[in-house]
């Protein structure tokens, strides 16, 4: 049976840097799927909330990922704040789960909640992060009205500006 990587975050907006990560995993360790799963906040981020409501993330997503592997879960924006990677894969409870992370993320793993446990319940398969893209700067050129069509997939570049996310204040 094939591991079946998961794949947490934000995604505030997806970027082609998750992408790249996501394929690179899914082919170097011939993953049967990836689940991604977007966090209601982020225990790493204090208590500040995404930019971008659950819905609209999840809509990027839904638009973004036009892959036959790449599946989406919504279990963490459904649960309170903040997400903790361990609830979500004891709540999966799935064989041959693997955690998909950048070699960013790596540095910090030792500081997730059970990162032992978690560990034995989804072992790490790391990847490089690309490019230095991150989700901040694309908000930031967004804010801006600066060209973001070389960072995110053009359909949730769409989404972004149909429903003045990122440049206004985002509709919640």
Same mark, same amino acid.
């Given at each position: 049976?094939?591991?079946?990587?998961?794949?947490?975050?934000?995604?505030?907006?997806?970027?082609?840097?998750?992408?790249?990560?996501?394929?690179?995993?899914?082919?170097?360790?011939?993953?049967?799927?990836?689940?991604?799963?977007?966090?209601?906040?982020?225990?790493?981020?204090?208590?500040?909330?995404?930019?971008?409501?659950?819905?609209?993330?999840?809509?990027?997503?839904?638009?973004?990922?036009?892959?036959?592997?790449?599946?989406?879960?919504?279990? !963490?924006?459904?649960?309170?704040?903040?997400?903790?990677?361990?609830?979500?894969?004891?709540?999966?409870?799935?064989?041959?789960?693997?955690?998909?992370?950048?070699?960013?993320?790596?540095?910090?793993?030792?500081?997730?909640? !059970?990162?032992?446990?978690?560990?034995?319940?989804?072992?790490?398969?790391?990847?490089?992060?690309?490019?230095?893209?991150?989700?901040?700067?694309?908000?930031?050129?967004?804010?801006?009205?600066?060209?973001?069509?070389?960072?995110?997939?053009?359909?949730?570049?769409?989404?972004?500006?149909?429903?003045?996310?990122?440049?206004?204040?985002?509709?919640?």
């Amino acid at each position: 049976m094939k591991a079946v990587g998961l794949f947490g975050g934000s995604f505030d907006p997806i970027h082609f840097g998750h992408l790249f990560l996501a394929i690179f995993l899914l082919e170097k360790y011939q993953l049967e799927k990836i689940l991604f799963c977007p966090a209601a906040c982020s225990p790493f981020k204090g208590n500040s909330l995404p930019v971008a409501s659950g819905e609209h993330r999840l809509n990027m997503l839904k638009l973004a990922l036009d892959h036959p592997q790449m599946e989406i879960i919504e279990i !963490e924006l459904h649960r309170p704040a903040p997400s903790y990677t361990i609830d979500t894969v004891r709540a999966l409870d799935l064989p041959n789960l693997r955690l998909l992370l950048s070699d960013e993320a790596e540095k910090t793993f030792k500081g997730w909640k !059970e990162a032992e446990e978690l560990q034995k319940l989804a072992p790490l398969l790391v990847g490089p992060r690309a490019w230095g893209i991150s989700s901040t700067e694309i908000r930031q050129r967004l804010h801006h009205q600066l060209y973001c069509g070389h960072l995110v997939p053009a359909k949730a570049l769409d989404y972004i500006q149909a429903f003045h996310l990122y440049s206004l204040p985002a509709v919640r």
